[in-house]
């Protein structure tokens, strides 16, 4: 069964720096290789999506500019359905993102054209939404979008899968008509109050405010998933880490696409941990994204 993943989003052109270390306030560090990638959040996960198999159908805006060309040929290159990633008179959204030798990276967005995402974009493709297996959200657009192409896809019995990143409080609104939660734990620590807990109590605290299930993600710990009153701490796999960008997308995708082909979400988050390990042994966002051949050989099967 091949799986159709409708996803609202962002997209950006990455502008990335390597660099022994993260700079300090007010100090210059000389750096080596630059690079421009294509990325955003919810363009990430449409590659990875279609990467893993799935039919994926991306709503979004970029610039009327060439890196809006170059983000809407990349998408349709990896098998992404672009009819609906319109243009804005806004420039494209960019990302400048610094790797350090250790692999993390520091990112700083500059949205551009995603601001410009309304809800009349969700409406407007509302057949599309009603049609999917999955809907994957974040939060680099606009709230208000979001909200809208989730309340669609409730409507119609449609999971939906909210990666709640960049961090920042949301409403019940948003969050009853949430089907699978994916914060990482600062994410879930500051939808919980603000508060550090342990995982299982994140998880515990994010699900009382209306999803019906949430997944923790713990880097190289792995994830932690909660599906009603059952609890599942999922390993991840060790690899050698060359740059962590988007391996929370990779990620998100690989659960949304697992769990569309029937896998519950504690074997969806499986396949979510090996498709975020996948994407930490490449430089740079959607060059990293496995193909799911190579997530398949991981989780064994």
Do not use: Y
């Amino acid at each position: 069964m091949t799986a159709r993943i409708v996803i609202v989003g962002s997209l950006n052109m990455d502008l990335v720096i390597r660099a022994p270390r993260h700079p300090q306030p007010g100090e210059t560090l000389t750096g080596s290789a630059f690079l421009t990638i294509p990325g955003g959040k919810g363009a990430n996960q449409a590659v990875a999506a279609a990467r893993l198999g799935a039919a994926v159908v991306m709503i979004g805006k970029v610039g009327q500019d060439a890196f809006g060309d170059a983000l809407r040929a990349n998408l349709a290159g990896a098998g992404v359905e672009v009819e609906h990633v319109t243009r804005s008179t806004e420039a494209t959204g960019v990302a400048l993102i610094t790797v350090s030798a250790a692999g993390e990276n520091t990112i700083v967005l500059a949205p551009g054209a995603n601001a410009a995402v309304t809800p009349e974009d969700a409406t407007g493709c509302a057949d599309i939404i009603r049609q999917a297996d999955a809907l994957l959200l974040q939060l680099e657009v606009p709230l208000p979008a979001v909200q809208a192409a989730a309340e669609i896809a409730a409507a119609h019995g449609v999971p939906v899968i909210l990666n709640p990143a960049p961090a920042q409080p949301l409403p019940s609104s948003l969050l009853r008509h949430v089907t699978h939660l994916i914060p990482n734990e600062h994410e879930a620590a500051l939808l919980s109050g603000g508060r550090a807990h342990d995982p299982e109590t994140l998880a515990r605290r994010v699900q009382a405010l209306g999803p019906r299930s949430v997944v923790v993600t713990l880097g190289a710990a792995g994830a932690l998933a909660l599906d009603g009153d059952t609890i599942t701490h999922v390993p991840s796999f060790p690899v050698t880490v060359v740059d962590s960008t988007a391996a929370g997308d990779a990620f998100v995708a690989a659960f949304g696409v697992a769990l569309s082909e029937g896998r519950p979400p504690a074997e969806a988050a499986r396949w979510g941990c090996a498709a975020g390990a996948l994407a930490c042994t490449v430089l740079g966002a959607q060059p990293s994204l496995p193909r799911r051949e190579a997530v398949a050989r991981l989780v064994g099967g």
